[in-house]
């Protein structure tokens, strides 16, 4: 006699088509039911795409979702769930052990065995996952014994084994637009599921929780129920009005003028970069305050510093590049808000650092020759000479080898013809560079046999 499938683990979530309970919070109450209700993610939903296929049941392949929070991960999981008629399990990477992982997958063999059901295994931040807890995933990925939703805000190719992501989609999901979130937090106001038309949010509140959101749609109606329900208790007659000021004292942060998309976008981070060439290190941080606050993306900021270092820095001090990438490197490994604190670091390092443009005005003088013709023919001493018949040409042929002179620098051609004597790098006076302004000319006259 068969045996009944077993109860789920613990550490899972099963079934999501449960009632929600009213008092559930707003973003859960507000989560989508079918495809008709998402917003954003346009490039992956639309007829024919690889996700719309996959939660309409059009192909049982495994999908790995990456994008930042907020952008509907766990909502798509559940879709295709629901939209199958597949069982729906979830657990959590930063609870949930190879012991849990296990026992979901024998479940899910026995439910297929007896009750002819299919399980979808929703795994969210699966990048923190070990190498082992993936790697028991594969055999039931493999033979389509669990359907294999998994979400990451990391990039997959970093963060999951290469045997799971081989026999996986990976579908990159984008955060959400302006009017995406305007559009949730418009129909959490007015669904019967959600504020059921209770307050009345004017327009500029609504552009506020839109800044705040950053993209992410659980944040903005996180921050509109709170506002929602600090309207209800100050305002007993009529309808609750949530504005502007409520908004801001309810998520304790002040409204920030900042279009992320628009032109204050530009001139913000224009004024952040022309601060940090002038060496205004107080009126730098102000406006990188201004984008921290209104939810920039803090990569964003980082590759400015990068480019920065490199473009106005340079050689006066050689330490602001490696500063610029240590703030790239630990906002990746820590996020926000604690990430601010790697971007203020670096903004003060360039900021008060000496600076120089000689490495930027040297790339774009060699990039002008190059592309005006200026390229002339490798000098034969320099080609490579490893191949079979190189000699014959004359390659690598009176190469002088640098390490034997006591100076490790001597006299040689290196340029095409047409470029010997032209200078392209001019090393400032300003901090460490002061030594190169003294020290290429020397190097040039060595090189060059004492000429120009």
Known sequence: MSSPPAQSSPSAQSSPVEAIPPNAPLAVRMRPRSLDEVVGQRHLLAEGAPLRRLVEGAT???????GPPGTGKTTLANLVSTATGRRFVALSALSAGVKEVRGVIEEARRRRAYAAEDTVLFIDEVHRFSKTQQDALLGAVEDRTVLLVAATTENPSFSVVAPLLSRSLVLQLRPLTDDDITALVRRAVADERGLAGSVEVPDDAVAHLVRLAAGDARRALTALEAAAEAATATDTEGTPVVGLSTVESTVDKAAVRY???????????????????????????????????AGEDPRFI??????????????????????????????????????????????????TAPKSNAVITAIDAALADVRSGGVGTVPPHLRDGHYAGASALGNAKGYRYPHNAPEGVLAQQYPPDELVGKDYYRPSKHGMERTLYERVPKLRR??????R
């Open 446 to 451: 060595t090189i060059r046999g004492g000429g």
């Open 60 to 66: 049982p392949a495994s999908v790995l979702l990456y």
């Open 259 to 293: 279009d992320r998309d628009g032109d204050q976008h530009y001139d913000i981070v224009s004024a952040f970069i022309k601060s940090i060439r002038g060496s205004d290190v107080d009126a730098a941080l102000h406006y990188l305050a201004r984008m921290v606050e």
């Open 302 to 351: 980082a590759r400015r510093l990068i480019v920065h270092a490199s473009e106005d820095i340079g050689l006066a001090d050689p330490t602001a590049l490696q500063a610029a990438v240590a703030a790239a490197s630990a906002v990746q490994l820590v996020g926000m808000p604690e990430g601010r604190l790697a971007l203020a670091q670096a903004t003060v390092h360039l900021a």
